[in-house]
């Protein structure tokens, strides 16, 4: 089945900047979401269509697409902004949905 | 405002089912399809798959076929899982989550995209004996 790697974990030191990747097969086909997750809570859209934001998200929030590879890119990292990241897409066909192993975002 | 609630936590012992709603609120429950994901305890998110709220038709992703069951109520703005002959490892978190379309116009026709845009709270289903 298909699937989308991140990196595990991701420390930062606030006022720096995050970046999380998501590599998968057929990114190039398909766009990426990000979602937030903090403990006990459901997870929050933060970026949509590889780089878009919702709105509410804040300005720091940014993504990036290059070939098989997706960037979600926090800058000026907040305490706030330490959670769990998703990486969501779908396979080449569109027909199924898949999330990303998941990165840890830690602000030192 | 757009809202997802989910029912409350269950506790069952194995082999007994279960049955999971999410009611819709703030929108045409109609207008949007319906997924479900799974999170399993220091585990990451897993998409179950989804439900086509007017057509009732269901699809599921692999490891999500058989004991698992979407349904709708679309009088009562609902819709539903239900896990039948449950095992320990199903004890989770259970997430709907709504279904956002993105149409895309491109030279060769028109392309669907489909992320999920609203979340419910989750809950918790535990399977002990």
């Known amino acids: 089945s298909y699937e989308l790697t991140q990196p595990p974990s991701v420390s930062v030191s606030p006022g720096q900047t995050a970046r999380i990747t998501c590599s998968g097969d057929?990114?190039?086909?398909?766009?990426a979401y990000w979602y937030q997750q903090k403990p006990g809570q459901a997870p929050v859209l933060v970026i949509y269509k590889d780089s878009e934001r919702p709105s509410g998200i804040p300005e720091r929030f940014s993504g990036s697409s290059s070939g098989t590879t997706v960037t979600l890119t926090i800058s000026g990292v907040q305490a706030e902004d330490e959670a769990d990241y998703y990486c969501?897409?779908?396979?080449?066909?569109?027909?199924?949905?898949?999330f990303g192993t998941g990165t840890k975002v830690t602000v030192l | 405002q757009v809202q997802l609630v989910q029912s409350g936590s269950e506790l069952k012992k194995p082999g007994a089912s279960v049955k999971v709603s999410c009611k819709a609120s703030?929108?045409?429950?109609?207008?949007?399809?319906m997924n479900w994901v799974r999170q399993a305890p220091g585990q990451g998110l897993e998409w179950m798959g989804w439900?086509?709220?007017?057509?009732?038709?269901?699809t599921y992703a692999q490891g999500f076929t058989g004991r698992f069951v979407f349904s709708l109520d679309t009088s009562v703005s609902t819709a539903y899982l239900q896990i039948s002959s449950l095992k320990a490892e199903d004890t989770a978190v259970y997430y709907c989550?709504?279904?956002?379309?993105?149409?895309?116009?491109?030279?060769?026709?028109?392309?669907?995209?489909?992320?999920?845009?609203?979340w419910g709270k989750g809950t918790t289903v535990t399977v002990s004996s």
């Open positions: 703030g929108y045409t429950f109609t207008s949007y399809a």
């Open positions: 969501q897409s779908a396979d080449s066909s569109g027909t199924y949905k898949v």
């Open positions: 057929a990114l190039p086909k398909q766009y």
């Open positions: 989550a709504r279904d956002f379309e993105l149409r895309m116009r491109a030279a060769a026709g028109i392309y669907y995209y489909y992320y999920m845009d609203v």
């Open positions: 439900i086509n709220t007017n057509t009732g038709n269901p």
